[in-house]
């Protein structure tokens, strides 16, 4: 009910943010969430899943047509912003709740306590202020397992800040020996709201961290900006898809099959907004119509654009 509610509140919140109309606060499902992150007898880990807010890719399948990212994306924010603000006290106080405290256990309890403090924390960054960003690099730092790392880390790629930046540096440092914790860190980084996410996976690309024969480096930096990176991948002007094209007629002279997946993160253009469909099927066609294209690539662009 929870998901059902915040669900229809966002594509409220998108259809007044695409009309120019004064939008909905959010102020009620702000005042649940204080509630329930308040609630002292209810499952933490229960509670970590309804508090959370749909994706912008799932919202934008609800929309389903004319789709506007940058709606979706400021609709989202306002929200997150709105919770953060009416529940802080409350966020602040689960949050601190919900420490587990002594050697590292993966069961259940302390598996949800862990959920919905770093739920609670993605919040707290939201607030207007700093706290929220300084209690993500005091977690970063004093974090005794990968999913509270993790957590803080993803927390801070979405703040222009110092702190970003030495997080990124020290997990780098620590972890760049392990292929498979080296994703994580391409990933989040992918993923990024921040601006200037394109020029940063662009930059990533030639890092010793990543390569293009390797399907697991590629999942990790390029599909992850272009299936989950919903703002930048569907930047305005084309330079996602433009930079995504180009990687899928780069990576079909190494491993085609790779390169068919990745090509199907266009499959949904056409529920995009015009302006958006056009420069997607651009590069489609480009796609299709390239000599010397592997039968993968081409049956999923020749498919796609009928």
Known sequence: AAQ????????????????GTAPRKGTGFAEMVRDLVSAKKIDPDFVAQIILLPSEQTLAQIIGENVDVDAIHAAREALRISIATHAKDAL?????????????????????RRALRNACLGYLAAAPGDEGVMLAAEQFRKATNMTDSIAALSVLSHVDCPERKEALSAFHDRWKDDHLVMDKWLAIQAMSSLPGT????????????????????????????????????HEAKGQGYRFVADKVLELDKL?????????????SWRQFEAKRRKLMQKELKRIAGTEGLSRDVYEIATKTLA
């Open 198 to 233: 394109l020029d940063e996976v662009k930059r990533l690309t030639g890092h010793s961290a990543f390569t293009m024969k390797n399907p697991n480096k590629v999942r990790a930096l390029i599909t992850s900006f272009a299936a989950n990176n919903q703002l930048h991948f």
């Open 92 to 112: 602040l106080d689960a949050y601190e709740r919900m420490e587990v405290k002594g050697p590292y256990n993966p069961d259940a309890a302390d598996a949800g």
């Open 255 to 267: 491993n085609p099959q790779v390169a068919a997946r990745l090509l199907g993160t266009f499959k």
């Open 4 to 19: 059902r509610y915040a669900t229809g509140l966002l594509t409220r919140m998108v259809e007044a943010a695409k009309e």
